[in-house]
Every structure is written in structure tokens, then in C-alpha cells.
């Protein structure tokens, strides 16, 4: 299957090449294409560069936003109309960083980044918020453990965008688990419980269950 990804930088790149490892054909596109053209040459056959954001949609059956959350509503506004239909997976966490690289929140306390970003999408796009739970080194740590996975955590409130974020959370190398709904996004973001966790299967089931 094709999934597009916006956005080839830190998170970007890492999930592009795992979802590339595990099968996935990939349309890459990024803010002046230059990274995305490094990226897609690295990866080989499986990636082509877009021409741009929504070229990267075109025969996509899913979309990967791996953007920083101050960008994210103006690219969602730019792809509009072609997003409804497709999954569209963030994994942004709704923080900035400074001059001094010190993080802060961009949303009000409390307010799902989750929830927030369904507000900006078009009707008809299905929504989970995934892949953003584990810093870019740790992810390309985790994957394809053996004899068991780790987990990736992610939420959504449309039962068709779980299935579909499941296959691409394995196809990356992990073993997806289900966190809630768009207000449990929260757990998944910098600050949160299941931030930065690499778990086994059965410790990720019994975190969802006990909270
Ligand atoms: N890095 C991590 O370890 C990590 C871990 C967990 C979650 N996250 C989340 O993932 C998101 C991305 O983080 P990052 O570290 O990958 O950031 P990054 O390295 O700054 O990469 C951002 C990417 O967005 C692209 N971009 C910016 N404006 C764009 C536009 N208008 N259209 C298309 N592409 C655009 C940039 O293009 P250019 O390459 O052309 O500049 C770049 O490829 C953030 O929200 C962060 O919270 C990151």
C-alpha cells in the first residue's frame, strides 16, 4: 500500500525507512523538497518525491503529517479537500522550542492536541494520533524486537482509522496498542504517561487498562 509522508526531517525520516523496511511504497514531500529528495534516495525504489504536499497525496491510501505542531494547521489548510477519505496519522506533539531549546506547551493546558487537530480537518478524514510517543533514536531502537515487539501506542476516536494505523504501526516494526480516544492524545504527548515508554505488549495492556 501507498502511504505519503510530510514532513522527511528528525521523525519523519525515521518512520518513512521503517514503514519502506517493512513493505509500504511511500511519496515523500517536505518544505523545499531538498530533504525529501536525500531521504528518497536513501530509501531506494520504494519512495518517490512529490512535487509537493498535496502531489504527496495523489493514490496515497494513508498520510503521515510529521510536522511540527506550528506548521500542521497551515499544510492541513493547503491539502484540504484530498485529505477526506485517506487516514491521516500525526505525530506531533504540541510543543515549540526556543532559541535556548528549552519546550513549551502550544495549546492550553489540559485541551487535547488530539481533539484539536480533528477540529482543523476536513469531514471525511479519519484521524489517529500515532508515532510521535518515542523520540526519534528510540524508535529506530525498538523496532523488530524479537522474541517480542515493543509497543506504539496510539489514539483515535474512528474504529476504521485504528485498523488501518494498526497496519502501519507493524509494518514500521512495533506492536500497536490503542490508548482511547482523541482526549487520551494527552498520555501519548511530551509531559504524558505513555511519552517516551518502551513497553512489551502485555506491560502496555495493563497501563491502558489500569488508567
Ligand atoms: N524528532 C523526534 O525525535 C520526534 C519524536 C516524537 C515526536 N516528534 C514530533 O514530530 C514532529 C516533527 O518533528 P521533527 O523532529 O521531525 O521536526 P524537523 O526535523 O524540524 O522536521 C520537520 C519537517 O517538516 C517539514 N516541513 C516544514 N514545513 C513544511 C511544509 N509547509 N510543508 C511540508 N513540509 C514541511 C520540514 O521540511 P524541510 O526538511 O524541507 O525543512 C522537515 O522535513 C514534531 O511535531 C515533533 O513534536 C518528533
Known sequence: MTTAVIGTGGLGSVIARQLASGGETLRLSSADTASARALAAQIGRAAVVAAGNRD??????????????????????????????????????????????????????????????????????RLAMAFGTL???????????????AVLFYATDDERAGEEVERLIRTAGFEPVKAGGLEQSGRLEVGGDLHGLVASPAEARSLIRRA
Open 56 to 125: 504527496a497525496l495523489r493514490g496515497a491510501d494513508a498520510v503521515v503529517l510529521a510536522l511540527r505542531f506550528t506548521v500542521l494547521k497551515g499544510v492541513i489548510d493547503e491539502l484540504a479537500g484530498p485529505l477526506a477519505g485517506k487516514l491521516v496519522v500525526v505525530p506531533s506533539n504540541p510543543v515549540t522550542t526556543d532559541a535556548h531549546g528549552n519546550l513549551s506547551r502550544v495549546l492550553p493546558e489540559g485541551q487535547s492536541s488530539g481533539k484539536a487537530v480533528a477540529g482543523w480537518l476536513p469531514a471525511g478524514a
Open 135 to 149: 523520540p526519534a533514536d528510540l524508535l529506530v531502537s525498538a523496532s523488530n524486537r524479537s522474541p517480542e515487539p
